[in-house]
Structure formats: C-alpha cells, structure tokens
C-alpha cells in the first residue's frame, strides 16, 4: 500500500488558533482524506510550537509558567480543529519528551561533526520574529524584512549551524525538482534568496536571555529554540506518533504558508541534508487571508476566528452545514498559493451558489424524482463525462489546486442540473430512467469528489443514494443500481447573517451585549464578532481571489476579480441565424445562434433596441456556459451580450469577421 506523510506548520502557542491557522490545517485534511480515498496509507501530522520567546512573554503576561500557558493552549488547537472535522493522525507539542530527546540528539550529533560551532557575533536581531538578520538583509529603515519592525543590534556568544556549506546542493535539489517548491514562482524566489548569498544559522540562545528552549546537550547554557527545534518536527513526529515509525520519512508534501518558505525550502533542507536525511519531496506554500483590507493582526483587531464564525450560522442539523461550508469556502474560493480577503459575504455567496443550489439542488432533485418518477430504484447509466469531471479532479487534487478540484465538482453538478432541467424526467417518464440514471452516476461521482471537501454530506449523499458509508472512487467497483433512500436537505441555504450585520454596523455603536444596532437586531454572538474585527468589516468586506497587490475596486462597483474568474465565463462569438418577438412581451427576442459547434435557442432582451430581421447575420458576443434559463416557456442557453448607455442598448460584437464558436478573452 502507498504511504503518504504529509504535515502542517506547528502553530505557536502565544495566541489562540485563527483563520489563518486553520486554512492550512483545512488543506492538509482535505489532501489527507483525497490520499486515504485513494486507499494510500496516510500519516497526516499537525501540532503545535511551544517553545520560544513569543510564548514565554504570553505565558508571562498571563503571570503563568510558560508550560501552564502552552498546556492550556494546546488543546484550543485541539478543539478547533475537531470542529472543523480535522482527521489528523497526529498532534505534535513540541514539549513532548520524544521530540526533545530528538532534538538533543541531532545537535548532539551535528556537534560531534563539527557542524555546530561557537562564534562571537553581533547581529539585528528582529525580537518578534526571533530571527538575527544580516545587515545585507535590511533596508533602508532598519526594518525586519519579514514583519517591518525596527531590529536591534545584539552582541553575544552563540552557536551556529554551519549551513553556508549546503547553498550548492540545495540549490541542485531545487533546480532539479527533486525537492519540489510549488507554486513555481515560488521556487524562483528561493533560488533568488540563495544567490544572495547563504549564511550560517545561529540556532542557540543563551539561557539567561532566553530560558523557554531545548537544552543544547553540548552545552547547557544555551537553549535552542524555534526553527531548529521546530522543523525538526517532521522528522521526529513520526518516530514516536506514527505506526510506520521512522521509516515514514521523508515527508510527501509539507504544507506552509508563503510567510515560512525560506525556512521551509533553505533552513531544513540543510538541516536534513547534515544529518544524512532524504529531502521531503514537496513543499507548497499557500497565500495569506487578509480580514477587512489588512493583513490580520491582534492590534489591528481583524483577527477571525473560525470557532465564531461557525457559531453564527446557527443551523439546521447540528454544526455540519457551517463547518462543511466553511471547509468549502476556504478551498474553493481563492486559488492555493493566492492571497484572499476573507468576509462573511463571500461565505454565504460562495455557500449559496456551490453548495446549496448546485450541489444540494442536484441531490435533492434526483433523490425525489427516483422516487416519484422510478419508485425509488434507478439502474446507474455511465457517462463519460463524469470520467471528464473525474479525471480533472484528480489531476487539480494531485496538484494542490483545490479550488480547480472545487471547480471540477460544482461543474459537474451544474451540467447535471442543466441536464434535468432540458430532459425534465417529470414530464417525460419513459426518458426518465435514462435521465435520472446518468445524474444518479453523476451523483456518485460527486460523493466521491466532495468527500475530502465536505465529508460528512458526501456520506449522507452516498447513503441516500443506497452507496457504502464513504464515498470510494466510483469506477472502483461496478454498481448496476442504487436504491434510494431518504435526504434531508444537503446544504440548506446560510441565514443572511452578513447583509444583517453590515446594516447593523453602519448604524451600530449603541448596544455592547447584543440588541438593536442601527435599527438591525443582533444576538450576543454577532456583537461580539462586529467588536472583533474592530474597524475591519467582516461583512462587508469583498472578496478579492487574486494575488496580494490586486486592490479592490473601492467604488462600490463589482468586486476585483482575477483572471481565474474572468476564464470561468465561456464567452464566444455566435451567429444570429433566426430571430423572432416573443409573443405577449415588449422587451424579448427568440433569436437562433450559430456557435460552430451547435445551435442554440436563447432569449434577449433586445426588441426595444432592434428588429429581429437587423440581427440575422450578426455576430454577437454571447456567454455560452450560462446555467439555462426557462423565459415565458422558452428555454435560454446563453446570454447575448450588449452595452448599455442608458435607455440606449447596443450589442457588442467583433471587429472583423470571425468564425462562429470563436474563444472571448
Ligand atoms: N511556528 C511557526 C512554524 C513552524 S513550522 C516548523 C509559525 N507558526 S504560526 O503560528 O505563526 O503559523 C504559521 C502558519 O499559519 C503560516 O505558515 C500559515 O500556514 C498559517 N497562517 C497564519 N496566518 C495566516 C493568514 N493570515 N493567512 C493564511 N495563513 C496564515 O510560523
């Protein structure tokens, strides 16, 4: 059996988990359930980073031991991620004993061999980040490069991981792909930090400065602290958390976010290349959420935590819509690797179209028409399509690319929708086994792909559909008919908690405990969330899916989108080949459109604009994916586009004559 390891970052303890946190944790569950789908052995790790200076001064603010702090911490982490349906194998605290045995092992080892070694040093040190930069590494201003806060300079005796010596081989391992950094662009950058020269890396502090670390066993004035010690979890985690023990390693992807790359692809590579370790084979860095045009932080007040966020949409059927939701939302909706702007907004948007009325429309149709139209028993029809959907799922899914994998499943079930909908199995009995057999396959295609997404409604739409507990790979196994059973709705729509709350705050200031604000009623909970983003508004916020310098459009016109957006509308040109009114209306146009490929009927609303016999021989520019559309009992496959200056309408078309069916963009 394939074994497949793969990790998160370890979290610092210093605060509770955030969005953020749970972002990364949601991707590695949502790769480790695809991985276990695929019948792979999967060692899925998480955990928590305990150690350092960060958590020190949290647990000393709270006037606790750091030890008290880091244990009341860990299981926060604990606790949200069961929230949010986390699978991990393992949870990882960097105060374990194993891990520190560990540790003091390979430092011990490294030592012995002469690539530990003392030195004098002075260096700008960054006290947030707990990192020393060079003076090459700052700028003008002083400034940590990571964060942009001022450094200090600071003369001590430390030790220092002679890790200058590996930049040639790393740099081999990265330009030959055997250590893969994806997305691509992101490898570039890392072979850019290397051809500015690699360092070594101070790794020990003394103990009077700084006590919250791991002894070095060398010397036990010194702790080492953060990136030694915690990258270090990858390797140790697995001796002592997982079944296969050591032999799990090397890991098959180590998911980060872009923040922790050069730790990730410099630092431990080195590291495992001293101490004779494989390199992992992948490391992917995902972007950041920003909350309400900022980047989150505790003193700007922005920070979401998904634990209140789930406690808003109080729902029917317990937390599974919410959290599933949430699962979606957060994969779906911005490319991995992209920067994103979080807002309830785009929740209940993203939550509304994919999953409620594509997805759960889908499931709730076809469970009632089996019954009303087949009693119940519908014999499977295989589509080659669902292979399509199928097949580009699972090559999105290898790749990372979960929202491509989102994208796979949401078409699937628009185009079955699509299909009911011409077919109509209620009006047409003797096509409807036919028709309903292909969505039931198609369905079953869909528990499948949903099932790391969203696995608790992938098994109750397997179980409604008469399929095993969870969901396997349909072409695993020939099922000629399934027996349908009973769905409650999948997904039922998300109360309209963001529009509530947007009112609210554009009048709100008066009530802290929950009550009227601006006019609106707000429970407790919403309150609380309103006071927690301070003065980014969680509603209102737009939804940016693109990379971190795109603005948003900020003139209350349609949300920035990104070129991912722009490519989902199929825009063509098309052909008037046959126009007509349609009868009784003022505004409406049957017309005929040629797209190459097929014709189309469509319904435009252009008869004030134009005779139907102007538009024979045109060419227009029409969406050719538009979900139909039923308009006064003619159905509409697409929409004819046209600029609008007022009361005047005119249709866009191309400049030359190009051929029917011609590609937009
Ligand atoms: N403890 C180190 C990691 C050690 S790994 C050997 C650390 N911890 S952290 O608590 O700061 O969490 C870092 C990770 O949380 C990021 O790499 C990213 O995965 C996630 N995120 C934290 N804030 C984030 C956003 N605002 N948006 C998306 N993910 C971010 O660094």
């Given amino acids: 059996m394939n074994r497949y390891y793969l990790t998160t970052p370890i979290y610092y303890v210093n605060d509770k988990p955030h969005i953020g946190h749970a972002y990364t944790t949601v991707a590695a569950d949502v790769l480790a359930r695809y991985r276990r789908s695929l019948g792979e052995d999967v060692f899925f790790l998480t955990g928590v980073d ?10 000393a603010l709270r006037g606790v031991s750091p030890q008290a702090h880091c244990d009341e911490m860990a299981p926060r982490f604990q606790a949200l991620w069961t929230r949010l349906g986390i699978a991990h194998d393992a949870f990882l605290r960097t105060t374990d004993r194993a891990h520190k045995d560990y540790v003091r092992e390979a430092l011990a080892r490294l030592h012995r061999e002469g690539l530990i070694e003392p030195r004098d040093f002075e260096g700008w040190y960054c006290t947030p980040c707990e990192r020393f930069w060079t003076e090459k590494d700052l700028g003008e201003g002083k400034a940590c490069p990571d964060c942009g806060r ?51 890396l101070c790794i020990s502090r003394p103990r009077r400065r700084m006590g919250w670390g791991i002894p070095l066993p060398f010397d036990e004035e010194y702790v080492t602290y953060v990136w030694f010690d915690a990258l270090l979890n990858y390797a140790s985690g697995p001796r002592y958390l997982a079944a296969g023990g050591p032999e799990r390693w090397p890991a098959d992807v180590h998911l980060i976010g872009k923040d922790i790359l050069t730790t990730h692809a410099v630092y431990w590579p080195a590291m495992l290349m001293a101490l004779g ?27 979401v935590d998904p634990g209140e966020v789930l406690s808003l949409y109080v729902p029917e059927g317990g937390e599974r819509p919410s959290r599933e939701a ?11 690797g992209n920067d994103g702007t979080f807002s309830l907004e785009a929740l209940e948007r993203r939550w509304t179209a994919d999953l409620a009325n594509d997805v759960g429309n889908l499931a709730s149709r076809v469970v009632s028409l089996a019954h009303r139209v087949l009693g119940g028993d519908i014999p499977l029809v295989h589509d080659p399509s669902d292979d399509e959907a199928m097949a580009a799922y699972a090559t999105a899914m290898d790749g990372l690319a979960f929202a491509r994998a ?3 499943i949401v078409g699937r079930a628009r185009a079955l929708n699509a ?17 309903l057999g292909r969505a039931a396959s198609g369905l079953r295609a869909i528990a499948w792909m949903l099932s790391p997404f969203c696995p608790e409604s992938a098994r109750l739409l397997a179980n409604a559909l008469g399929l095993a507990e969870s969901p396997g790979r349909p072409d695993a196994g020939i099922v000629e008919r399934v027996r349908v059973g009973t769905l409650d709705p999948l997904f039922p729509r998300p109360p309209a908690i963001a529009a509530r709350l ?47 310098e795109m603005p948003d459009s900020g003139d209350g016109g ?37 797209l190459g490929t097929e014709t189309r009927t469509l319904v435009a609303g252009l008869a004030t604009a134009y005779a139907p016999e102007e538009l024979v021989g045109r060419r227009v520019v029409v969406v050719a994916n538009l979900q139909p559309a039923t308009i006064r009992g003619i159905e509409s496959r697409g929409m004819v586009l046209c600029a609008v200056d007022g009361a005047v309408t005119a249709l866009l078309a191309p400049s030359s004559e190009v051929a029917a069916g011609s590609e937009v963009r």
């Avoid at 430390?158 to 792909?177: E, K, P, Q």
């Avoid at 209620?426 to 086994?433: F, I």
């Avoid at 003065?535 to 939804?543: D, K, L």
């Fill in 502 to 548: 947007a009112s609210a705050q554009a009048g709100a200031g008066e009530s802290k405990t929950g009550g009227k604000a601006g006019g609106v009623s707000v429970t407790k909970k919403e309150k609380a969330v309103m006071t927690q983003q301070g003065s980014g508004n969680m509603a209102a916020a737009t939804t940016v899916a693109g990379p971190a």
């Fill in 406 to 408: 989102a994208e796979a």
């Fill in 326 to 336: 949430l699962r979606w939302f957060l994969m779906a909706e911005v490319g991995f």
């Fill in 277 to 303: 370790l494989p390199l992992p084979r992948r490391i992917v860095a995902h972007g950041w959420w920003t909350f309400g045009g900022a980047k989150m932080s505790k003193s700007l007040g922005n920070v």
């Fill in 150 to 200: 001022p450094v200090d300079l600071l003369a001590e005796r430390n030790y220092f991981f002679l890790m200058s010596r590996y930049a040639g081989a790393i740099r081999d391992a990265l330009a030959s792909g055997r250590l893969e950094i994806l997305p691509v662009y992101r490898r570039n950058e890392v072979l850019g930090f290397l051809d500015r020269g690699l360092e070594d």
């Fill in 419 to 435: 299909l009911l909908q011409a077919r109509k199995p209620w009006e047409n009995p003797p096509d409807a086994a036919e028709v």
């Fill in 558 to 594: 349609p949300p920035v989108v990104t070129i991912e957006d722009v490519k989902k509308l199929g825009l063509r040109v098309a052909v008037v080949t046959a126009a007509e009114r349609v009868p009784k209306t003022e505004r409406l146009l049957k017309l005929q459109v040629d």
């Fill in 50 to 59: 305990e150690h350092g200076q960060k958590v020190e001064k949290a647990a």
